[in-house]
């Protein structure tokens, strides 16, 4: 079956943590991944995307995420977090050549200042 | 630039009831795709449309079925609506690579 789990459903870190959120896919084919963030009051957006080449992918706000093929994890991280990354983080895969976007469950992040 | 609108925020309805969802994309962008997000869970994908066409579908069932409009906007339609369909349903707008990059404010719906 096709999944994505997100293991960490509430992270709460001081500022200036180090943060890693978990993300792992169920997916028979090679895939696309992607992490999407909605900050209080605001709407759904993509934060960063993997298709293919450097594992390490950079984001916007300093966010980075490496795509372990034989883990099938597409983990999320930042060096130091500020009180302003206090939102939701979802990640989502696609098939290559498909549209069907499946999303995980979701993990809030709350940093205290 | 509005970004992605959705109409209307919030709405009731009763079992058996249909309902009629709509979305105006982002400026510029020629696909919209649709998302049912239950409390706690995150999107769970209903369709796209590009080019007016419906280009995949997820695991809905007919009941659940959608217009694009030349404009680029679109309409999500229910049928014989279930306790089950209440949820938030977003809009997703993006260019014709079809990769959801901005999504609306949803429309919260009841169903009683």
């Known amino acids: 079956a096709q999944s994505v789990s997100q293991h960490n459903h509430h992270v709460i870190l001081s500022e200036a943590a180090s943060l890693e959120l978990g993300c792992n896919y169920s997916y028979g084919g090679t895939v696309n991944l992607f992490w999407y963030v909605q900050y209080p009051g605001q709407h759904l957006q993509l934060l960063l995307k993997?298709?293919?080449?450097?594992?390490l992918v950079k984001g916007i706000k300093g966010f980075e995420a490496e795509f372990i093929k034989s883990k099938f994890s597409f983990n999320l991280r930042k060096p130091s977090v500020q009180w302003s990354d206090t939102a939701e983080y979802f990640c989502?895969?696609?098939?290559?050549?498909?549209?069907?976007?499946?999303f995980g469950t979701g993990t809030r992040l709350k940093v205290l200042a | 630039d509005a970004g992605v609108t959705q109409s209307p925020t919030h709405l009731i309805k009763t079992r058996g009831q249909q309902v009629t969802l709509r979305c105006s994309p982002k400026s510029g962008h020629d696909t919209v795709s649709w998302y049912q997000q239950a409390l706690g869970q995150g999107p769970q994908f209903i369709f796209q449309y590009y080019e007016e066409e419906e280009r995949q579908r997820g695991n809905f069932p007919d009941r659940f079925s959608g217009h694009q409009f030349p404009n680029y906007s679109s309409e999500l339609n229910v049928n014989a609506l279930l306790l089950g369909d209440s949820a938030l349903y977003l809009c997703?707008?993006?260019?014709?690579?079809?990769?959801?990059?901005?999504f609306g404010p949803g429309t919260r719906l009841t169903v009683l």
């Open positions: 993997y298709f293919s080449g450097d594992p």
């Open positions: 989502a895969v696609n098939g290559v050549g498909t549209y069907k976007y499946i």
């Open positions: 997703a707008s993006s260019l014709n690579l079809g990769i959801p990059q901005y």
